[in-house]
Every structure is written in C-alpha cells, then in structure tokens.
C-alpha cells in the first residue's frame, strides 16, 4: 500500500477546497497506487485509498466517491494485472466510518474485471483483530466475489465465504 507522502499536504487541505484542487491535492496519490498495480511487483493492493483517512476532517467520503474517474484508473490496472484488493476494514474504526476502499468501489472492481479481493482489519492493537471482517465478507460476496484470496508463505490460498454471508444463502 502507498502511504501519504510529501507530494501533498493534508494540513493545507479545507473543507472549501474546490473539486479542481481536490483532484489535484489526491491525484498524485492515486498515480502512485496505479504504478504500484503495474509495476508487478504486489501480489495485492492493500487499503488502496487510504488517503482519504488524513483527510476527513476536511473531505467527505462522498467527495471522494466523486472521483470515480480517479477510482476507475487504479481498480482498471489492479483489475489488469490480475492483483488483488484488499477490503480494509480499519476505516470503519476512522473518522471516514466505511472500508478502505469503500462498498461501492469493489463492486466497481467486480465489474472491470477485478477477480482476487482479501480482508484485513488492519489492527494493531488485540482488541482491533477481526474488526469489522464480517462486513467486509458481506461487501466482497454483494460484488459477486465467493472467495477470498490469502497466503501462507509464498503459497496462495482461496478461502471461500461463508455461505450465510452469500447474497441468496
């Protein structure tokens, strides 16, 4: 995953920034998930718009979906490559309150031919392991996904999901 880095600066983000300023403030960051989709160097992408954590206070979540065009580029080249995308449920645990990234953005993975998603909770403190992974079961099944892919080792694995968590189960 690409975690915030120098090429923009969430303390000079407000809440009134136009979309034009917003596209460029989160552009770069988006650029960054692409190359590392492409580069074939990840197996997986992990919580692939984390970037929108440091910016709550200042950007909605709806803000964000806004720019699908941004989304479309990094899920196309996940998608492509054959990489996975991780369902991160840490933001349920943020200020942004819904996975990294969000229900509607795996779906959309789904339908440009995204085939591998994984989970994690992110948790780095005991009482966080497991957090929210039903939910982020549930969102990968409604995208169509009936398995979840992991690692043991180097060896990857395909769990299926729960069938009580299958839409129509």
């Known amino acids: 995953h690409v975690h915030p880095y120098s090429r923009w600066d969430q303390g000079r983000l407000a809440a009134d920034v136009d979309d034009r300023e917003l596209r460029e403030a989160v552009g770069s960051y988006f650029d960054e998930v692409t190359a590392a989709a492409r ?24 803000r964000f979906a806004s720019l699908r065009d941004l989304y479309d ?18 933001g349920l645990r943020h200020a942004t309150g819904e996975t990294y990234p969000a229900e509607w953005a795996i779906e959309r993975f789904r339908e440009l031919g995204g085939t591998r998603v994984t989970v994690g909770s992110d948790a780095h403190a005991p009482e966080h392991l497991a957090f929210g992974l039903a939910r982020a079961y549930r969102y990968a099944a409604e995208a169509g996904f009936d398995r979840v892919a992991f690692r043991r080792g180097s060896e990857p694995l395909g769990i299926d999901i729960p069938r009580r968590l299958l839409p129509n189960a």
């Open 73 to 90: 580029r990094v899920l196309r080249a996940i998608a492509d490559e054959g990489v996975g995308l991780e369902i991160n449920t840490s």
């Open 39 to 62: 580069s074939g160097l990840f197996d997986t992408i992990g919580h692939m718009d984390y970037v929108k954590k440091y910016l709550a206070r200042s950007v909605s979540v709806a």
